[in-house]
């Protein structure tokens, strides 16, 4: 098959978007932005047996790969609208190709997002979307404005992932209805893009966390020069993981697991019912784990107010 | 060295643009758009052994990586203003990483384009670009907007990034002058932005030269649902090259040879001498290869009208 074939056979697909002046099939496509809105832009590279193992699932790919950028307009509070996206390949394999382009139209077009662009090239499995969403003109969810006193809340449950990843490495055996929940958590994330959304009026800063919650938290009080006191306990998790883990392990999975794409925040404590009441309209659970400080220190404590210390801070890109 | 110092040191670099709102460094990037223009976006992944040596220069990577982005801008006669930039890289090398950071940037600064995001992981030398350029509002150089009687035009010299590659391989041996040219075409194509805004209110049809002539300029003429009579001893190339190679060798890598990233553009006869004047304006030779044809076909003739059959069409990113 001809690589224009490929494009067209797979990727052109039926777009109804206003805003789009040209699709795909020119050297660029041409958005004609729309007034009193800004745009936010962010770009992600996943790689074989570095982001996803080399047996997955084309479906499963094809969902982490867009779903972690939709993840990024969501943590911006910003809606996502359009795409690009560039795949190296092996070699262009009808079955596989059809399953990872059915299940990246099928969530794209759930989140109204539309392709406009990208590459395709013979390599061994390398995927890059860049991302493009519209915010509000002047709103945005920062990661520099979290403020003293803000009340720190997280989406969803966290630490899901990390404990199918780790099952996956033999590091751990989790019973098979507790593997199967977290292994939809790691291969199916759901970009909390509602939620964003509802939060923006009345949040300060957010952020996704991709590679730990305390590693992405820490991102928000580098940035906004503060420090934070959180309670692991208070984490919001598969509560059966502590029946099947230790401890110290379900602790280093919340806090220091990553790839559960959901959004960390912060609010000022006078919002906090507009903040419950946005989780509801969004249909997705919040939970507060803790409070923005002064100190420039994230603290985290136990029920008993015992500090713990985390093996590791989270997942670093080289480490 | 951990990731976020890596992208801390190479990649956050001073910029001035008063649309970035939000530059590198949140969960993405926020822009303002100009008021009365359209965006143009545009994405290419390049990858070890398919697009590059394995020993390139990192200097002569960085160039490409983003000159072949910027390059696609040229050919919608946009300004290009801003890219993301992902890289995988098997490990963080000083030396390797400030060589390629400084080209980038360099060749960035050239183009005043600010990097705005991106992503950095560890794997076997991938990059990916999407960059992001302004036009007038509802003004374009589009593929299919070639009209019947349109003349075809070239910039600059094609066939000399093919020659180079060709030596590469062994296939034919170029005197180390000549060489010297065509490799330098090869590694350091220049990106035709002046030409392409120059052009923008007169030309019809545009495209970057990447693939190979002939194949670039049949997207125009499918697009456009015309045909096209070009005249191969009229494209311009380096002379020298007819010394030292056979005819029919010359005739393959002007026609079929990709990588110099020139502009292949029709216009209406009656702008002829605008689209001199821009050229000189933008400081950039133009040459006219021939006429779009009603036909349906591209017809390619030699000086004495003989028809030309090409051995391959271009490049085929899966061939």
Redesign the interface.
Known sequence: ???FD?IRQYLYRQQNDKNI??GI?????????Q?KH??????????KN??FFADVAPADLAHKVLAVNIS??A??G?TPR?V?????LP??EKTWLTEFSDQFFSLAKQFDITL?????????F?F?V????E?P?GQ?L???AAQVDDDIWVSGRVGLAAAALNHHWGKVILPPNIFDICEQSRLRPIPRVALGKAILPFAHA???ISDGLAQDLGHILK?SGVGADIFTDYLPTLPALYDVLEKPLVYDYTLAGGDDYELVFTAPEASRNNILQAAEASHTSVTRIGKITQSRHLNIFDTNGVQIQLNSLGF????
Chains 1, 2 share one sequence.
Do not use: Y
């Open positions: 098959m001809k690589e490929f002046l040209l099939g020119d050297d660029a496509a041409i958005i004609r932005p007034p800004d745009l936010c832009f962010s770009s992600d590279m996943l790689i570095r982001h990024d307009m943590a911006m910003a359009w690009l996206l560039s795949v190296a070699q262009l406009i662009g990208g590459d395709t090239t013979k390599g061994d390398a890059n860049t991302i493009i969403g915010l003109e945005a920062r990661r520099d957010a952020q996704d940035a670093d890109h080289f480490g």
